[in-house]
């Protein structure tokens, strides 16, 4: 029974895969940043579930090259720990974790150095001779996106990565890097540009966590799969779209991180945009990658880059109390930790239909999710009184990213009666409660994707290099133009409030953060 007192059953009634099922690639990883804060909390414990659930390759090899010159048993004895912490799946299945931990070596020293890329060399050449890993190579560089340029030269001089032309076919070479993808447009047209020297394009694993979370793949299948919503998915039918992606969290120590990076290159950029393009996506030809991505790409194109007088006009950043006292972040800082601004894409789906997005830390709750409002019901039938009319709320349909996975369809009812009472109800699809597991992390997702060579769920060059052009005037105009207010909000709360005039200037409102 729902809160709205609806009970609806969901049955699973037929499931067919798609080539995302294919087993992946035996190989071995080399993970840069092994001993870092990602690895703890996603990497290695995305390797543990995926061991645990039989999907992880029989020959699979993880060599961890971190910065500390520490035996290999202290790094896999510190990642039992915090495995045991960040882990879905709870308690640690001894018999998993052993088999994952003889899978494990290390190489630490420094990064800079050619030291480490010979002692690296020798370990993967010791078990490529072994054949477990059939020369197939995944890098993966789980470090700040300034050290790829000389990680990736040293790695091609130390002939660990061989170049493009001489590429060990039928064996691969691929690389997963971490957002944030570049710091600007300039940086990450570089940094696209310094890569294509050494990879080809299909070897480069862009990796934006948030295209790998259950709930945003499911976009694609709900919007595609269903007939009755895509002929309503557009300018015609929907009033408005927000996409949320609040965190209760603050920076939790990231003030290095965090004082170059701020809200909209830290969410907006990637993970907001990356969301904003499968909900508005056109049908692809096929789900194989470049049709998918050539979709999301389109979309991108289609939003209009904002002047300068449309950033003061349709974005509003704030800065919670208190940012300025975290450790590591400057006392006199501007850097916003909340940024919401209204978007609108230039294609005859979508023109005139805005999209909202905002994210933001330090908020009373943490909420992802995507509303859908449909446009509000000719009011001639219902307005033979008033007190009746303000009842009827317009449909929305929400895809809840997290936490609680699921959908929301609103919809209007008759209250029981003589009386003609309308009254707002849901229908509540939970992905707990329907499939009866717990969704696994994106990360699990997107490893075994890159192991397969499926690029779907990775950025493509030109889609981040548009993202970064459509926030750069927003930058540019922070940069420039001290006028530009920085609204500061209080910690736990909703925000600031100036971003409600954003919307309600044009008779709308924000769904409300509750608590
Ligand atoms: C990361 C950001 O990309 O996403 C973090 O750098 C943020 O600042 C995180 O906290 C949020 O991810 P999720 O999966 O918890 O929504």
């Known amino acids: 029974m729902t809160a709205d007192g609806m009970e609806i059953t969901t049955s699973v009634v037929g499931a067919s895969s798609g080539s995302r099922e294919l087993a992946p690639d035996t190989c071995l990883v080399v993970l840069f940043g092994i001993t870092g804060d990602l690895a703890k909390r996603k990497l290695v414990p995305a390797f543990y579930n995926l061991a645990r659930d039989r999907k992880l390759p029989e ?151 948030y295209l790998g979370k259950e709930t945003v793949q499911n976009i694609l299948v709900f919007r ?28 939790e120590g990231r003030g290095n991180f965090y ?29 194989r990658a470049e049709d998918v991505r050539d979709e999301k790409t389109q979309v991108l194109r289609a939003i209009r880059p904002m002047s300068p007088a449309q950033v003061r006009q349709n974005v509003v950043r704030g800065q919670y109390a208190g940012y300025t006292s975290e450790k590591d972040v400057a006392p006199d800082s501007t850097q916003p930790t909340y940024v919401a601004l209204k978007l ?43 007190s009746h009319c303000h009842l009827l709320r317009p449909n929305v349909l929400t895809i809840r990213i997290q936490p609680d996975e699921g959908l929301v369809q609103q919809f209007m009812c008759k209250v029981p009666g003589e009386e003609l009472t309308a009254a707002a109800v849901t229908m509540d699809f939970s992905y707990d409660r329907a499939f009866g597991k717990s969704v696994p992390e994106a990360y699990e997702r997107l490893l075994l994707d890159a192991m397969r060579g499926d690029a779907t769920l990775f950025a493509r060059r030109d889609a981040v290099e548009r993202s970064w052009e459509l926030c750069m005037p927003i930058l540019d105009a922070w940069a420039s133009d001290p006028e530009i ?5 209080a910690p736990s709360s909703a925000g600031p409030a100036a971003d409600d005039e954003l919307l309600a200037r044009e008779g709308r409102c924000w769904e409300p953060l509750k608590p």
Request: aromatic letters at 10%.
């Open 485 to 489: 207010p920085l609204h500061s909000y």
């Open 59 to 209: 020959g699979l090899h993880i060599i961890g090259v971190g910065r500390e010159e520490i035996p290999a048993e202290d790094v896999i004895a510190m990642h039992r720990k915090t495995t045991e912490k960040f882990s879905r799946s709870q308690p640690i299945e001894d018999e998993v974790w052993n088999d994952l931990a003889r899978r494990i070596d290390y190489v630490g020293g420094d990064f800079n150095e050619d030291s480490l890329y010979a002692a690296l060399y020798q370990k993967v050449l010791t078990l490529e001779s072994s054949g477990v890993t059939r020369n197939n190579q995944l890098y993966y560089l789980s470090v700040p996106a300034q050290l790829f340029p000389n990680i990736l030269t040293k790695l091609r001089r130390s002939r660990l990565m061989p170049a493009v032309a001489a590429s060990r076919l039928p064996a691969w070479t691929r690389v997963m890097v971490e957002k944030p993808f570049g710091h600007d447009l300039d940086s990450a047209t570089e940094l696209n540009r310094l890569m294509a020297g050494f990879l080809d394009e299909k070897q480069i694993y862009r990796l934006d966590h």
């Open 344 to 386: 609108e894409i230039d294609n005859w789906r979508w023109k005139g239909v805005p999209f909202y997005l905002r994210a933001g830390k330090s908020l009373s709750r943490r909420l992802t999710e995507i509303r859908v409002q449909f446009q509000a019901v000719p009011l001639s039938l219902f307005d033979f009184d008033q």
């Open 259 to 287: 004082e170059r990076t701020g809200a909209l290159r830290d969410i907006v950029q990637n993970h907001l945009l990356q969301v904003m393009s499968l909900c508005a996506m056109e049908p692809p030809i096929s789900f």
């Open 224 to 251: 595609f799969g269903n007939s009755i919503f895509e002929p309503i998915w557009n300018r015609n039918f929907v009033d408005h779209v927000q996409i949320t992606a609040a965190e209760n969290i603050g920076i």
